[in-house]
């Protein structure tokens, strides 16, 4: 079992930044992804950013450009940039891990999410 440990979310004006932050412990596999997905009301909880031990990077159309994944391995901590802040990016941001295996994801976990409000 892994927990996560979110942080970093808040108010923040319209073209705004902010950095989140996911600190995972536990049972961690040496090939694991982590990234962030980010649920608004009455919608479904879409993917935002991935990142993969390897450093490779899977992005939403939505926040290329925007927002950056970056992690640190050592510190099985995964982090997400956000700059240029859009009202729509108001959401709870969540981050998940996955073990990898074969390039197979399975075993995920969940943090408890951090919200993030972008408005004037």
């Known amino acids: 079992q892994v927990q996560l440990v979110e942080s970093g979310g808040g108010l923040v004006q319209p073209g705004g930044s902010l950095t989140l932050s996911c600190a995972a412990s536990g049972s961690i596999f040496s090939s694991n992804r982590m990234g962030w997905y980010r649920q608004a009301p009455g919608e479904q909880r879409e993917l935002v950013a991935t990142?993969?031990?390897?450093?490779?990077?899977n992005y939403a159309d939505s926040v290329k450009g925007r927002l950056t994944i970056s992690r640190d391995n050592a510190q099985n901590t995964v982090y997400l940039h956000m700059n240029s802040l859009k009202p729509e990016d108001t959401a709870v941001y969540y981050c998940?891990?996955?073990?990898?295996?074969?390039?197979?994801?399975?075993?995920?976990?969940w943090g408890q999410g951090t919200q993030v409000t972008v408005s004037s």
């Open positions: 998940k891990y996955e073990n990898l295996q074969y390039g197979v994801a399975f075993g995920n976990s």
């Open positions: 990142i993969t031990t390897g450093y490779s990077t």
